[in-house]
């Protein structure tokens, strides 16, 4: 079975401080990770995603993500916060064979203030 | 065009009552997703579409009803529903029908409420 965890429920940040999101993972072979960010009363929308090669991916709106194998992790950074980056963040993967199946951990809000 | 669209926008509806949600895409993808999704809660998986055939159900009770009458096109018939079915339903689709490393895109969803 795969399962993705988020430790923080929230995370606090100031504007043009950097900012990290806690993601980590467990699936059965390689993992295809990836970012998803939601606005109120929006859907979701991708950030990024890792498959396979360079463990740093970049994103967009300035994101990356930095795959770790022995740690399992997936953790989403940004060198400088903006306010309109708050909003709630989901970490999600898929194992190879998984059927298209997302498994998403809880979410973490990030709020970003000035 | 790179949007999965979702109409209605909002639903309200009585338990007794019949109704559909609309998702469309013209991004040739060949995966096609239902999410339930509760407040500050992830996306729960419903049912997947694959190149128009079924090919997940979660065990969702019998009073959703998905339909996939084109590669381009996903209904979600609702029967008989109870309140606790109140959430945002999110359609989303990927590229191909069996690639797990392809991102998944999302409509802006349905707001339905069951009285």
């Known amino acids: 079975a795969q399962s993705v965890a988020q430790p923080e429920d929230q995370v606090n940040v100031a504007e043009g401080n950097p900012l990290t999101v806690k993601c980590t993972y467990s699936?059965?072979?390689?993992?295809?990770l990836f970012w998803y960010v939601q606005y109120p009363n929006r859907g979701l929308q991708f950030l990024l995603k890792y498959i396979t090669g360079d463990n740093l991916v970049k994103g967009s709106y300035g994101f990356e993500a930095e795959f770790n194998k022995s740690q399992t992790s997936f953790h989403l950074k940004k060198p400088s916060a903006l306010v309109s980056d708050s909003a709630l963040y989901f970490c999600?993967?898929?194992?190879?064979?998984?059927?298209?199946?997302?498994?998403f951990g809880t979410g973490t809000q990030l709020k970003v203030e000035l | 065009d790179t949007e999965v669209t979702q109409t209605p926008k909002h639903l309200v509806m009585g338990m007794t009552n019949k109704k559909s949600l609309k998702c469309e895409q013209h991004m040739g993808h060949r995966a096609m997703y239902w999410y339930k999704q509760k407040a500050k809660k992830p996306p729960e998986l419903m049912f997947v579409?694959?190149?128009?055939?079924?090919?997940i159900n979660e065990s969702v009770p019998s009073r959703f009803s998905p339909e996939c009458p084109n590669s381009s096109l996903l209904n979600l018939h609702l029967h008989a529903l109870q309140p606790e079915d109140s959430a945002l339903y999110l359609c989303a689709s990927s590229r191909t029908g069996s690639g797990s490393y392809n991102e998944q895109f999302f409509g802006p969803g349905t707001r339905l409420t069951v009285l």
């Open positions: 699936v059965s072979g390689n993992p295809y």
């Open positions: 579409y694959s190149y128009e055939k079924l090919s």
């Open positions: 999600a993967v898929s194992g190879v064979g998984g059927g298209n199946k997302l498994t």
